[in-house]
């Protein structure tokens, strides 16, 4: 909660400082091509054959409004080519350098280009798959636009500033770089085309091994396609080798595209290659060719200024070997500096290690020998409470064993007394009982001797009858 919070009110204040702040959108696996920026291709068919799983679609949005489209390499932390349309250049620009959170951090709730500064701590893994500022800083490379400011109106120029949008170039290579495709655009290409709103171009850039801080990649070549998807529709490419600013080649967009990854194809289908006039190419091939050698398209062609041209091309021949001598004295002065100041940084980096390292032993010795007086002085009251506590505990039992044993002397003869005293009671109650008993067996003796005085009546009587019955004679009945 608390994260969103803070992102909300950096958004809240990027749209209260700059109104019309700039927004753009990485595009997900499941969504066609580059979304709303599908506009910015004919047919609306982005190039196919950028596969690898590094290469990012970005929809850049302005005011909200797409403005261009941009396939983003997170490995090379460079785009690969910015695709756009030729609008009427604004007068005046202002660089407001911005980044795409998403690209490191898809889980943000940011959706929009920002300022850099304005998410430091808000986005995580910030500059993880892209190029920031501080990549440029110190370097000799300046953040050069693939899709150029100039050649877009004032609602579109902010939106061009993006890290998103910029590769590695040296300060007059850049600057090569925007006047030659402002001249090829606008003096070759615009007036050549009969629907303006159906020029679609591409600027592009070919990663090399060379990186800055070890980090962002110098492209090798910067390369520009341009399709006229109009009846009368027309393509070509144009390729600045970096390592010679003047250079600038023209060749088809077949051509082209044998020089970028194996399976790439720019423009759908041919993009008017299979009925272009012959004659409207070959206009727009000399257009380029006079922009090659420094002339300006539709000017006239006296012998005055073709002699100053000559002169200027003269100058330029003869004061190239100096100027390449001199940035080549310039470059090594640079670099002995750069040793210089790498070996001081070595020394003192040695010195500092071995006083700190020293520092940090004696430090740690003191924290050892603090650490063990603490522990005993802590100790010494634990110590004192623990033997109070054990005199007390054997005085607690001294005093039971004296109560248990004064216990068992008294038992005997408190019972005796007991049972002594409990005796005239018990001899007493036991009076009726026996009197009972007496009297029952009184009762008793009598009758024994009343039934076996009756026992020996009976017998008597019973034999006198016997013997009578036998030795006296019968008599009759009357007798």
Known sequence: RERTMKTSVVFLLCLSVFPGFSQGRVVGEDETGFAECNVFFPGQFPPEGFTEPFHVKICQRYNKEPRFATLYSTKDKIPLYSAFKYTKPAQNEEENWLVEPQIDDPENDLHEMVHEADIIGTVTNLGENQALTSDYVGSDYERGLLNPSLLNEEDFQMATYTLTNAVPLSPSLSKSWHRDVGRVVEQALVPHCSKKDHLYLLAGAIPSN??????????????????????????????????????????????????????????????????????????????????????????????????????????????????????????????????????????????????????????????????????????????????????????????????????????????????????????????????????????????????????????????????????????????
Request: with cysteine; hydrophobic share 45%.
């Open 210 to 479: 060379i990186r800055v801080k070890g980090k962002v990649s110098v492209p090798e070549t910067l390369w520009l396609a341009a399709c006229c998807d109009a009846p009368e529709g027309w393509s070509l490419g144009l390729v600045k080798k970096t390592n010679d600013e003047n250079s600038l080649e023209d060749l088809t967009v077949g051509e082209l595209e044998k020089q970028l990854l194996a399976g790439v194809h720019l423009f759908k289908g041919s993009c008017g290659e299979d009925n272009k006039s012959q004659e409207k190419t070959e206009a727009i091939l000399q257009a380029v060719s006079q922009i090659r050698s420094g002339e300006q398209v539709g000017t006239s062609d006296n012998q005055e200024a073709k002699g100053s041209g000559l002169v200027r091309r003269v100058a330029g021949i003869i004061a190239t070997p100096f100027i390449k001598l001199l940035e080549l004295l310039i470059y090594v002065f640079v670099e002995l500096v750069k040793f210089v100041f790498y070996i001081l940084w070595l020394v003192i980096k040695q010195v500092g290690g071995t006083v700190l390292d020293g520092v940090y032993s004696l430090w740690t010795g003191v924290v050892s020998y603090l650490k063990a007086i603490s522990m005993v002085l802590i100790r010494i009251p634990y110590d004192v409470g623990r033997v109070i506590i054990n005199i007390f505990l054997g005085f607690v039992q001294i005093v039971q064993d004296v109560a248990f044993l004064t216990y068992r002397i008294l038992r005997i003869p408190v019972g005796f007394v007991l049972h002594l005293a409990a005796f005239p009671y018990h001899a007493i109650c036991a009076i009726p009982s026996v009197l009972k008993d007496v009297a029952t067996g009184i009762g008793g003796t009598f009758s024994l001797v009343i039934d076996a005085t009756a026992a020996l009546l009976h017998g008597f009587y019973y034999l006198a009858g016997h013997i009578v019955k036998r030795f006296v004679p019968k008599g009759s009945s009357d007798d």
